[in-house]
């Protein structure tokens, strides 16, 4: 069977390499702020003036983000009972720019004019292609703030599962992470149990976060509605942290990190059950073989039969490129550009589906569509990897000079 040539070339090695991209909403991370006497309206920094200001969305963005930023400061109060001293001191700001590997969102204690801020940072790129929720991110990166403002410095002593999984359950992020990182999994090949391998884990990934995230839903489970905020309070309030989790939880800490850890093993056991992981894996291995007919009946078959599953993003992507492979570029655009639009969380695959949308636009012959999908690929997925981000610019530079 005939391969085009530099199609061949982008196969696995790169979509493992994307597979693997943290994408986290991790704390630490860029330096900020660079304009220190730029207007704060509602807790917002209106110093951005990056690629993004005259984007149509921008401002509709800036004026929710003053509300939103308030919610998520109810929020925090209603789900963790947890009220910052210096609520006005939280400030949220927008960046561009995100790049591989970085977090899609960062807090960061700065000392601005003599006094100490909780500085909140959100890149624009993943908010705009619909990456991430603004409301859970501000409520996230708000938990983290909140707990940094009522405890001091001690919070960044904290292990990261705890600083962690406190922010993703409490912004009820739990769902969305468990969805796209047992998924990613899938993708990779990797079983999805080893997202549990102890809470305790160096260095602390975006993986991680489910696990992290998982225990505080155990904790609720077996502790009582209110076992995690009792937990969270009593953390801020200086306990030892291993004493709060079991006075929360009514059991001791090494039971209770054992049965945590049992719970979210068998929660991913029955997420797998419910997503129709035996039949999508078979589907995904007949592509693996090279099997691109077998494989694209099948995909096919499952999208169909599962059009819900957490998996059908990843079958999606694999029966696009099973299309590509049978030369019928046409045939993978839809499907290239139903996992853009409609699964926009996964972040690891859909800069990959973006860049090969263009490529299969443009074997297709569908030169201007295919140009204009290149161009939002550099211009939007900003986070996607190097090698893709080069060979996209060398198909733009290519084309201009013909
Ligand atoms: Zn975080």
């Known amino acids: 069977m005939r391969r085009s040539r530099w199609y061949a070339r982008f196969r696995w090695p790169l979509l493992l390499g994307a597979a693997a991209m943290p994408f986290a909403l991790m704390e630490g991370g860029p330096q900020l702020l ?11 920094a209106l110093a951005y003036e990056g690629r993004y200001s005259r984007h ?13 930023r308030r919610r998520a400061l109810a929020q925090v109060e209603d789900r963790l009972g947890l009220v910052p001293r210096n609520p006005e001191r939280i400030i949220v700001r927008f960046a561009d720019g995100l790049m591989p590997d970085e977090p899609v969102a960062t807090r960061r204690t700065r000392y601005l004019n003599g006094r100490t801020v909780e500085m909140l940072t959100v890149y624009l790129e993943p908010l705009l292609l619909g990456v ?28 990261q599962w705890l600083r962690e999984g406190a922010a993703t359950w409490g912004a009820g992020q739990l769902e ?17 149990a080893t997202l549990i391998d102890g809470l305790d884990t160096e260095p602390h990934a975006m993986d991680d976060y489910f696990e992290d995230a998982m225990f505080f839903r155990f904790l609720e489970k077996t ?19 291993r004493r709060a989790f079991e006075d929360a939880a009514g059991a001791s800490w090494e039971s209770l990190q054992a049965d945590a850890e049992a719970f979210a093993r068998a929660s991913i056991q029955d997420a797998l059950a419910a997503s129709g992981f035996e039949m999508y894996r078979r589907a995904s291995e007949r592509y693996f073989a090279e099997d691109y007919e077998g494989a694209l009946a099948e995909l096919d078959a499952f999208t169909r039969a599962r059009p ?11 029966a696009a490129s099973a299309r590509m492979m049978l030369e019928r570029p046409a045939e993978a655009v839809p499907d290239l550009a139903r996992v853009v639009e409609s699964f926009p969380s996964y972040y690891y695959l859909i800069d990959d ?18 140009n204009a999908a290149l161009t939002r690929f550099l211009n939007d997925f900003t986070f996607a990897n190097a090698p ?3 060979d996209a610019a060398g198909l733009i530079a290519g084309a201009a000079c013909e």
Request: net charge neutral; hydrophobic share 45%.
């Open 56 to 68: 149509p969305e921008f401002p509709r963005l800036v004026a929710e983000a003053g509300v939103l």
């Open 34 to 44: 660079h304009n220190q006497t730029a207007p704060v309206v509602d807790g917002i």
């Open 353 to 370: 589906a973006q860049y090969r949308l263009s490529i299969a636009l443009i074997r297709s012959g569908d030169l201007e569509r295919g």
């Open 132 to 159: 991430v929720d603004l409301e859970r991110v501000l409520t996230h990166e708000m938990i983290h703030a909140a707990m940094r403002d009522r405890m001091g410095a001690p919070y960044e002593r904290l292990p």
């Open 223 to 241: 502790g009582g509605t209110g076992a995690a905020r009792r937990a969270i309070q009593g953390v801020v309030e200086g306990r030892p942290y």
């Open 308 to 318: 819900d599953s957490w998996l059908a993003p990843n079958a999606l992507f694999l």
């Open 176 to 192: 969305e992470k468990a969805a796209v990182l047992i998924a990613g999994k899938a993708f990779a090949r990797q079983d999805p």
């Open 388 to 390: 893709l981000r080069s």
